[in-house]
């Protein structure tokens, strides 16, 4: 089981999407997150003028904000970002199919996709797929924000977002837990 590091425990939030600062910033999320006492709150956004405008939404003296645009894998990693879509095989991902085949009408982009998914999204194949994606990746600038931090968990609202899989990776890589939800 995971003991937490220091009386203080810190939580890191990605500022990714406008759908994450709604979700999270806007709500009682981060109200209640904060009601504890012993719970510090590092929000990392992309973009530095956005950073600013949230920092204007909410603002608490355990509340940090700090923009920072994270350097990715490489090749390997835009492998297995392309990967991870067809990794997973729920209605909502073939809904999304059907609609990028209604608008681009290419049959065989459609039924490559279909095909591929319907290999890559067996569950021995899938766990392959995501190790390798573990091993091969290398790490990202991510590492240097989990350093100075060091965050006692990781929340992430955008788990297909590539800057949020990469900061799920390189968390992992260091034992941090993550959690988070697709929206």
């Known amino acids: 089981s995971y ?30 997150l904060l009601d504890n006492p ?39 990693e835009s492998l297995f970002s392309f990967l991870k879509f067809y ?5 909502t991902t073939d809904i999304r199919r059907k609609g990028i085949y209604a608008e681009k009408k290419n049959w065989f982009s459609y039924a490559g996709g279909r095909l591929l998914s ?18 091969l990746v290398s790490k990202t600038t991510w590492i240097q924000i989990l350093e100075t931090y060091n965050p006692d968990l990781i929340f992430c609202a955008n788990l297909f977002d590539d800057v949020e899989t990469a900061l799920i990776r390189d968390a992992r890589r260091l034992s941090i837990p993550t959690t988070g939800f697709i929206n």
């Open 87 to 91: 990794t997973i095989r729920t209605q």
């Open 38 to 76: 012993d719970v510090q709150i590092v929000c990392i956004g992309t973009n530095e003028e956005r950073v600013d405008y949230y920092k204007k939404i909410v603002q608490h003296e355990r509340l940090i904000y700090r923009a920072f645009q994270p350097r990715l894998g490489g090749k390997m």
């Open 118 to 135: 319907a290999c890559v999204s067996i569950r021995p194949v899938r766990k392959m797929i995501r190790r390798l994606d573990q091993i």
């Open 3 to 32: 003991t937490w590091s220091s009386p203080m425990k810190t939580i890191l939030i990605p500022l990714t999407q406008a759908v994450v600062v709604k979700n999270i910033l806007r709500t009682d999320v981060l109200k209640t």
